[in-house]
């Protein structure tokens, strides 16, 4: 008899049930905020609603590499931007689910004032930038590069949005520039299984494995510019992604 989550039925109640959570979800956080502190609050309560929705949906997952980090990123005493493939909207929950130290997104300013995701982002300690015009652009990058030097992590997807065929799109250099003006080391990524768990233009989820894998950090100061450092992560990346499906099958 098939699982009741592979049927079409099942994938609607779990995109729903996974939707109807995220008020409560921030509803505790916010609660925790007075206890814990904004970022402790949502990094308990965060990881339990994503793990919690990855059961209930039935998305395994499996962390790779990070046993083989060097001592200061896994003990949190050097901060990192992890970029990763983006094939669903599905990768942030899984990454804040999976990632075994806090990490924030960079997301942009207007989102700080949407209900519940932008109560969340404050929480949280996502990095905001304003892109309003060129000056105040610079202004954000400027100081989301001093909050990484004083410690915060970042996840950053360099294509930018999701893709739509499962095959990396270009990259954008915008999270490259942050990485060098902050001088801390990109730690490549692989995110592979959400194309199938939720496809980009759907909303019905379905169950499956996510596989993500993690290879040594790239460090800015060891390239000559910009785009040396965008062909050296992505080349990383592309070698990690095939690695995965790999491992996934």
Request: include cysteine; charged fraction near 20%; hydrophobic fraction near 45%.
């Amino acid at each position: 008899m098939a699982n009741w989550r592979d049927t079409g039925f099942g994938g609607a109640v779990m995109a729903a049930w996974a939707l109807a959570t995220v008020p409560l979800t921030v509803l505790g956080i916010l609660l925790a905020v007075p206890v814990l502190g904004r970022r402790r609050a949502f990094f308990t309560v965060g990881p339990m609603f994503a793990r919690g929705m990855a059961w209930f949906c039935h998305i395994p997952y499996t962390l790779h590499g990070w046993e083989r980090m060097p001592d200061a990123i896994r003990e949190g005493r050097q901060s990192v931007i992890f970029m990763s493939n983006h094939e669903s909207q599905m990768d942030p929950p899984i990454l804040v689910a999976a990632l075994p130290l806090p990490a924030v997104y960079i997301a942009k300013k207007e989102l700080k004032y949407v209900p519940f995701i932008g109560w969340a982002g404050w929480a949280a300690g996502v990095i905001f930038i304003d892109r309003g015009d060129r000056e105040r652009a610079r202004r954000s990058i400027r100081d989301a590069a001093q909050q990484i030097r004083d410690g915060k992590n970042v996840v950053i997807f360099p294509e930018g949005t999701r893709s739509h065929t499962g095959q990396m799109l270009p990259f954008k250099k915008g999270g490259f520039a942050l990485a060098q003006d902050a001088g801390v080391p990109i730690v490549p990524m692989a995110t592979v299984g959400g194309h199938q768990v939720l496809p980009p233009g759907s909303m019905k989820i379905r169950p499956g494995r996510y596989t993500l894998l993690m290879g040594q950090p790239v460090h800015p100061a060891d390239h000559p510019d910009r785009d040396s450092l965008v062909q050296e992560v992505r080349r990383r990346i592309e070698e990690l992604v095939a690695q995965a499906h790999e491992t996934a099958c």
